[in-house]
């Protein structure tokens, strides 16, 4: 029997989360070295319509429990889903990408499973035995733990947002969909009421999707409105490099770089008056997409860009901030 990779295909509004198309990728490449296959686990309500999305990212088989119940998130539910189908078949390892939902539902999903667990993974060795070698970030990501498991024993992993990167998507895939049933299940012990959009100026920078930051550009604290203004016109959180976290204009929580103990992962950054130092950039570089806005087009962070903008940033960022509000009211 082939060796089961299972990836939960986590989605919002009708769309697979990024994260999880990039769990497919990672899964695909371990699945080749296994012999095995990649099994995508989706779950929702009304869902089958983004099936071929996961067999285009790498899936061999999608598990599909659609039921009205599972429309939201729950990790009641969402665990009891992974038990039965673990019922039926036996997987040697379930990835999960740790974004806030994945991260409470995966030690919690290890331990109804009675299998291993590795959080914050940063890469999944197959020995020649069939063991699994789990290289992992602890100590801030200051130092990283290996974790050995035998061979045919279940674990349960997390990584990054962002940690392996995406791979493209190839349509002519073929694969099954397997329509699975819920079932009875208790009733689950959270309620769903609505949601709290996140304040980009209180999210944790290594969390956020798009981060804009600031550096030695900028001559006084007041110009940071700036990056403020373009913040909230585009839903991004606020940094900065360590000379202006250090004169006390942006606390020390917001510092971008290797110094603050996280990287980034975020699918935007825009570096605004910043050269680009080492360790800058050793906290930035695994963003999606960087814009670099600079009046020295040879800055270190201009040639790491995928979009460099050579100017002056006291004109260009209110010009920017100003189209992006005018395209927003005309399509709001």
């Known amino acids: ?58 899936a061999d088989v999608v598990y599909l429990f659609e039921d009205q119940r599972l429309k939201q998130y ?17 997987p040697l390892l379930v990835l999960i990408a740790a974004t806030p939902n994945g991260v409470s539902l995966a030690p919690r999903l290890a331990a109804r499973l009675k299998s291993g667990f590795a959080a914050d993974t940063v890469t999944v060795n197959v020995q020649p035995d069939g063991s699994l070698r789990v290289n992992r970030s602890t100590c801030l990501g200051k130092a990283h733990g290996v974790l050995a498991f035998a061979p045919n024993y279940t674990v349960v992993v997390t990584m ?69 203004n373009l913040s909230e016109a585009i839903g991004a959180a606020v940094g900065g490099s360590k000379p202006i976290v250090d004169k006390g204009w ?50 270190p962070l201009m040639k790491l860009a995928d979009l460099a903008v050579v100017g002056d940033l006291h004109k260009v960022l209110p010009e920017v901030t100003k189209q992006i509000s005018e395209w927003k009211e005309k399509t709001v």
């Open 74 to 90: 729950s990790t009641d539910l969402y665990t009891h889903a992974f038990s039965a189908l673990k019922s039926k078949h036996s």
């Open 250 to 299: 942006i606390p020390h929580s917001r510092l971008v770089g290797q110094s603050s103990g996280k990287r980034l992962f975020s699918r935007l950054f825009v570096g605004i008056g910043v050269s680009g130092s080492s360790h800058f950039v050793e906290g930035m570089k695994d963003s999606r997409l960087i814009i670099a806005v600079n009046s020295d087009k040879a800055a």
């Open 1 to 58: 029997m082939d060796s089961e990779i299972w990836v939960w295909a986590e989605n919002e509004h009708g769309e697979i989360r990024e994260a999880s198309l990039e769990m497919l990728g990672e899964a695909r490449r371990l699945a080749n070295r296994l012999k095995g296959k990649v099994c995508a686990i989706l779950l929702g309500d009304d869902i089958s319509k983004i099936t071929g999305d996961l067999i285009a990212y790498g």
């Open 160 to 228: 990054k947002p962002g940690g392996v990167g995406l791979d493209r998507a190839v349509r002519t895939r073929k694969g099954d969909i397997v329509a699975m049933q819920l079932g009875d299940v208790s009733v689950s012990r959270t309620e769903v009421l609505g949601f709290v959009k996140a304040d980009p100026k209180v999210v944790a920078l290594d969390e956020a999707e798009c981060v804009v930051a600031g550096g030695c550009g900028f001559r006084d604290k007041q110009d940071l409105d700036l990056i403020w």
